[in-house]
């Protein structure tokens, strides 16, 4: 396995002949705005710690298409966003020229919702004469549990697991990333969210195969815990996804019944956290890290987090969990990473928006 340091990338900023200068001042009252992909959210954090107001809008629309659909999700951010912006500085008791400095999602992700986002802080930013940041949104994930809990202690490895991605980071600073491994193939959530639709449980799928999974028998089927007996820290959840169908068809035509449902999603969700737990726990091993810190949708998994819990006692490191508001998508963490960033005068100017994680300044290569 290689990794792939990261020194500078767009949010990391400057260049070597000018260095950074803190800007305490900008960071003091931060807009941050989410909308790379179906939660349109809006957070005013004051000092990078303390949050005046944090709103998400779930947009309800994709659920009758069982997964998001992009065009649907840009409308639905150009709706409610300025409203969102309006609400979240009236919750916060803040006039819009109060904030200092606006942070916002600029990749990955869906582009037509990021550039709803990027728009909408560049006019806002021009108006009020204040700086507007570019996030990476994985990135600030890296950092969530922060939010909350304050730093942790450094090194430690992320475990980024959403509808979208399933990262393993080895975390030395802001801005200092170590990759370590990536899905090959479907993400976490993903995997999730297509068990649940093929088992007829609706969309998003994680919630609901958790709750049936209580009722279940998690050793009922023996599902492949893929990658386990390989070296590296790359996942693959496809062929989980494919046994599951196997032993759906095997089943017979649906309706299923509710005992046998719920046998599968306590097999398959314990195929799941068998190897994150597994890959986690290598990479902490690997690394020598002082903290695991959690982040994405997958991460409010209750029986996810109870496991990595027991791990990390075990390899005797913190574990940081941000409660499960942070862990999804959410502006808290896009602002939170802003303001930091200003503190240290590594404001990233890069507004470019772009949808995958491979260009977005972020490595997520390993061989
Ligand atoms: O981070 P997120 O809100 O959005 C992105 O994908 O970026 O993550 C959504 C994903 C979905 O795939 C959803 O099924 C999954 O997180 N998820 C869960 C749970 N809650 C949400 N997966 C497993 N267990 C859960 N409790
Ligand atoms: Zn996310």
């Known amino acids: 396995m290689s990794a792939v340091d990261r020194a500078a990338g767009p949010a990391a900023g400057p260049a070597p002949s000018a260095p950074p200068t803190p800007d305490a ?5 931060v807009l941050g705005i989410e909308t790379s992909c179906d939660d349109c959210s809006v957070a005013v954090l004051e ?41 979240a500085l009236a919750e916060a008791g803040t006039a819009p020229e109060q904030l200092t400095a606006i942070a916002v999602t600029r990749a990955p992700g869906l582009v037509g919702s990021l550039v709803v986002g990027v728009a909408f802080a560049r006019a806002y930013g021009l108006a009020l004469g204040i700086p507007v940041i570019g996030i990476n949104h994985v990135e600030a994930h890296l950092h969530a549990a922060a939010v909350e809990h304050g730093e942790s202690p450094l090194p430690m490895v992320a475990l980024v697991v959403s509808g979208g991605h399933t990262e393993l980071v080895a975390v030395h600073d802001l801005g200092r990333y170590r990759w370590l491994g990536s899905t090959r193939d479907d993400a976490a959530g ?41 070296p590296g820290l790359d996942f693959s959840f496809s062929g989980l996804k494919t046994a599951v169908a196997l032993a759906a068809s095997a089943a017979g035509a649906p309706p299923w019944p509710r005992a046998w449902l719920a046998d599968v999603a306590a097999s398959f969700q314990a195929a799941v956290i068998d190897t994150l737990a597994a890959k986690a726990r290598r990479a902490l091993e690997y690394t020598g890290a002082r903290a695991l810190t959690l982040g994405g949708g997958v991460a409010c998994n209750g029986a996810l987090r109870e496991r990595l819990a027991r791990e990390c006692a075990e390899a005797g490191v913190v ?17 939170h990473l802003g303001a930091r960033l200003l503190q240290r005068g590594l404001p990233a100017a890069d507004l470019t928006v772009v949808a995958s994680l491979e260009e977005s300044g972020l490595p997520a290569e390993n061989d």
């Not at 942070?326 to 602002?335: E, G, K, Y």
């Open 190 to 230: 993903e995997a999730f969210d297509k068990v649940a639709k093929l088992l007829g449980l609706g969309f998003p799928g994680g919630p609901a195969i958790e709750r049936l999974a209580r009722e279940g028998n998690a050793a009922a089927f023996d599902f492949p815990r893929p990658m386990l007996n390989r």
């Open 25 to 29: 001042g900008a960071a003091r009252l």
């Open 47 to 87: 000092a990078g710690e303390r949050l005046r107001s944090h709103l998400i809008a779930a947009q309800d629309v994709h659920r009758i298409y069982g997964g998001v659909v992009p065009e649907l999700a840009s409308r639905a951010h150009l709706e409610l966003l300025p409203r969102m912006v309006r609400e």
């Open 319 to 335: 574990l940081r969990v941000p409660s499960p508001r942070l862990c999804a998508d959410n502006a808290a963490m896009i602002a």
